[in-house]
């Protein structure tokens, strides 16, 4: 009679489960960081979405564009992010100062990511050669992802912070090979 009841629990369970809707998760994650690199240097990255691979070695494996305009891109990115792989489809537009990823399909399918670009001074005082960076991300998780903490707002800020260091690395390494006339100003990142 136990065994039954137990049967019957499992049974109603997985019915309940199987007719409600796939759980859907949203998170947002804020982060900020000025760099010792000018703005317009600091966009080239935006507009070169294969040079986003080198920036973010662990998470992106391939950029696959589908469709490009001036402002406007469509790309299929091979991500791999905790172990778990995901190819979602992405559109990236550019306005003014703004820079919006937003993923169209997929387990993060509504995920928007903004990022805002502001020039300011340098760390050695030089008007316009830094840059305040803000990125605010939008996670939207579907499904299974939604279940558990596949992304965790730590693993975001980290990866963020990396690649925006790797910017100011891959300037400062491109400012010295293409100075022969004066030492190059390092660029550093707070």
Not at 54 to 78: A, G, R, V
Not at 112 to 122: A, D, F, M, Y
Not at 169 to 182: C, G, I, P, R
């Amino acid at each position: 009679m136990v065994r039954m009841q137990n049967v019957s629990i499992v049974v109603i369970v997985l019915i309940f489960i199987s007719i409600t809707p796939m759980a859907f998760a949203e998170r947002i994650v804020d982060f900020a960081k000025v760099i010792d690199v000018d703005k317009s240097s600091v966009e080239k990255y935006f507009k070169d979405f294969e040079s986003l691979k080198q920036i973010f070695p662990k998470s992106i494996k391939s950029i696959d564009p589908i469709k490009q305009t001036e402002n406007e891109n469509i790309f299929k990115l091979n991500l791999k992010m905790n172990g778990v792989s995901l190819n979602p489809q992405v559109l990236y537009k550019n306005s003014d100062d703004k820079h919006l990823l937003k993923v169209l399909d997929g387990e993060l399918k509504g995920t928007v990511i903004s990022t805002k670009l502001h020039e300011t001074w340098g760390f050695d005082g030089t008007p316009n050669q830094g840059t305040i960076v803000n990125v605010k991300t939008k996670l939207n998780t579907s499904g299974f992802f939604s279940l558990i903490n596949l992304i965790p707002e730590s693993a975001i800020i980290y990866t963020l912070d990396y690649g925006f260091s790797s910017i100011v690395s891959d300037t400062n390494n491109d400012s010295s090979n293409s100075s022969n006339e004066k030492p190059s100003k390092k660029a550093r990142s707070r």
